[in-house]
């Protein structure tokens, strides 16, 4: 794979900055995360490192070093974020609701797959064109998204800073993930927090990319947002790629996943994967009392009256999807 990456970060006119990015690399992918504190509740840069941290660890932690079902990756290894952001309340005391948005983008073989959730996003830009960006859950989006709102709208409606999801809040998160996408070369793909695409619209950001390099458009978006939005600038931050390498002629690993997942969902998704690969493999002739049969182990839904804690489930469900893309 041949690709540059820049990221930057400003802390604007805020006393802080709650804005997290980082991203990891292995011999034939890359991961790209970004996360925005809620300022409005205390631990709100806790919930961003937690939840920025744990997506890497989870990534750096698959023994295998390729993803079979990348965008069930993603929502797992958030899913385990939201938990251990939710962990983070004991830590910090009475009256913390560490919470925050958060975004992740997989380049994997060619292929870009990316999840969300909350207001910060992630943009697809070939020639200088946005051809995709994730959708907000956010009041205003879905506003626009009914014809109450005019697109132009949604960067200054008085209420474009209610979000409808995040992470670490005590309702479980729903994800949004991107479709499977073939990257072509000089493609960009770029993820910025609410303060940057409040302050550029979506062409202009697009434009900033033409003609110079990654690091000098990166830091040219940052601080061209800082100087319009004066006193008032929210944190921003961008983690960026641009695509470099030819376009990948490998299939595609995804067909039909689907695009709003919770953990219920992918609990259900892991379980009758199971029951189906277990009802394909013959009975054994004999197989001891003492000795069972791990080959057709399924993860088994806990028993209400015996029900493990969440952070247990969420292990058994990543470690059921590790085994299944090992094989």
């Known amino acids: 794979m041949i690709y540059s990456l820049s990221q930057y970060s400003l802390q604007g006119g805020r006393k802080s900055n709650q804005d997290r990015i980082a991203y990891a690399e292995r011999e034939n992918s890359i991961l790209m995360v970004l996360a925005d504190g809620l300022g409005g509740h205390r631990g709100g840069d806790v919930a961003a490192e937690v939840f920025t941290e744990s997506v890497i660890r989870s990534y750096l932690g698959i023994k295998n070093s390729f993803i079979k079902e990348p965008s069930a990756f993603l929502a797992l290894a958030m899913l385990g974020a939201h938990h251990n952001v939710l962990a983070q309340r004991d830590v910090l005391g009475d009256n913390a609701k560490p919470r925050t948005t958060g975004v992740a983008c997989l380049v994997q073989d060619g292929y870009a797959y990316w999840a969300h959730v909350g ?18 859950h956010s009041v205003v989006e879905r506003m626009y998204s009914e ?3 005019a697109k132009e709208e949604i960067r200054t409606h008085p209420q474009k800073s209610h979000i409808t999801q995040c992470i670490g809040s005590s309702n479980k998160p729903k994800i949004t993930l991107g479709k499977e996408t073939r990257l072509h070369t000089g493609d960009y793909l770029l993820l910025c927090s609410d303060g940057v695409w409040e302050g550029l619209p979506s062409p202009q950001l697009a434009a900033h990319l033409e003609n110079t390099s990654i690091e000098e458009a990166v830091e040219n978006i940052l601080h061209t947002v800082e100087d319009k939005m004066g006193a008032g600038c929210d944190n ?24 709003e997942i ?25 197989l001891p009392a003492d000795e069972p049969d791990s080959a057709t182990t399924e993860v088994e839904p806990a028993h209400p009256d015996k029900r493990k804690d969440i952070g247990s489930e969420i292990a058994e469900l990543e470690d059921f999807l590790k085994k299944k893309s090992q094989k």
């Open 236 to 259: 921003i931050s961008i983690i960026a790629l641009k695509w470099q390498d030819r376009a990948t002629t490998k299939p595609p690993l995804q067909k039909g996943f689907k695009t």
């Open 119 to 136: 207001d910060s996003r992630l943009y697809h830009i070939r020639g200088g064109t946005v051809i995709e960006r994730t959708r907000d």
């Open 262 to 286: 919770t953990e219920d969902v992918l609990r259900e998704q892991a379980m009758a994967k199971s029951r189906r690969r277990a009802a394909s493999k013959p009975e054994p002739d004999h």
């Open 147 to 149: 014809g109450l709102i």
